[in-house]
């Protein structure tokens, strides 16, 4: 049985909630113009950078990230063209997408919402994602870093939107020491990754990111980008470890056994690579956040 929910919310599922929200959650114009160009069979790589150079913060930002230690090239990358060519049309698609998001929503505050955490969550689940693919020889790294940072993405929506009642949830979660996304259906009747996987479909973002997005708290549903949810299912519960301060190991570790098949990962090397991720979690929020942290 469910708890009590506020008379307003128990008329929302996952989609009306994305759809009674779109206005406040829309993506800026300078992506809208990319995913155009990017669809458009007509377009080239130089029709991509010259939608980035036009917003001169988020070519900055690029530029930065691009030429820090995260990425590790052996050559400056000076220009948007260069980065396009080097980094292919997904990975600079990624890029843009991860500055954007992160600007647009970094606003976003109410008593009981911390911006910067949220983020912090986000960039420490991405990198994790990202070094979970290298590892286990997953061309597309880019594919799980944007993954992970908006995994959590549905709950910018649901603590705008309804606040108490994802507080409730949370509640639920520590009393019966169950998942989160367990409790959130228990009091609002659907949780924050099919939220995150409604908005994603609003934004018409790729469907391996809404895909991975809806199924990472259960990886046994997918049943497409099987490899990359499980990735982000690992790198989900790493980072909820590590931001707990809880050491990495086989007993605290909550990852679905099918993770580590699917993956070819084992518990062993998870330590070794959360200290890979605590070198770069830090450098790499500093490059995407530039607000200054919540006190």
């Known amino acids: 049985m469910r708890t009590n929910k506020n008379k307003e919310d128990i008329m929302h599922t996952a989609q009306s909630l994305v759809k009674d929200s779109i206005e406040l959650i829309s993506l800026p114009d300078v992506y809208v113009r990319l995913r155009s160009v990017i669809m458009s069979p007509h377009s080239s790589m130089s029709d991509i950078a010259q939608i980035i150079v036009h917003d001169p913060a988020i070519t900055a930002r690029l530029l930065k990230l691009v030429n820090s230690p995260f990425y590790g090239l052996a050559s ?4 948007m063209t260069h980065a396009v060519n080097l980094l292919g049309i997904d990975q600079v698609h990624d890029l843009v997408l991860a500055t954007v998001v992160v600007d647009s929503f970094s606003g976003f505050t109410n008593d009981s919402f911390n911006i910067y955490d949220f983020w912090f969550n986000g960039v420490y689940c991405a990198v994790t994602a990202r070094l979970l693919a290298y590892h286990c020889d997953d061309l597309d790294t880019e594919r799980p870093f944007i993954a992970g940072l908006l995994h959590k993405i ?6 705008q939107k309804m606040p108490e009642a994802s507080l409730s949830a949370v509640a639920l979660a520590a009393q019966q020491n169950i ?8 009091v609002l009747g659907f949780d924050y990754a099919q939220v995150g996987a409604e908005l994603m479909r609003e934004w018409t973002l790729p469907e391996s990111l809404r895909g991975i997005t809806e199924f990472h708290v259960e990886p046994e549903k ?4 099987k490899l990359e949810t499980a990735i982000i299912h690992m790198a989900t519960a ?6 707990a301060q809880i050491p990495v190991s086989p007993e605290t570790l909550a990852i679905n056994p099918l993770c580590w098949e699917i993956t070819g990962l084992a518990i062993n090397d998870m330590s070794d690579l959360k200290k890979e991720v605590d070198q770069q979690a830090s450098m790499v929020m500093n490059m995407l956040f530039t607000h200054k942290k919540s006190a």
């Open 76 to 79: 400056k990358v000076d220009t």
């Open 154 to 159: 549905g709950h910018l929506v649901m603590y």
């Open 179 to 186: 998942d989160l996304y367990m409790a959130e259906r228990e």
């Open 222 to 225: 997918a049943v497409e980008y």
């Open 238 to 243: 790493i980072t909820n470890n590590a931001l």
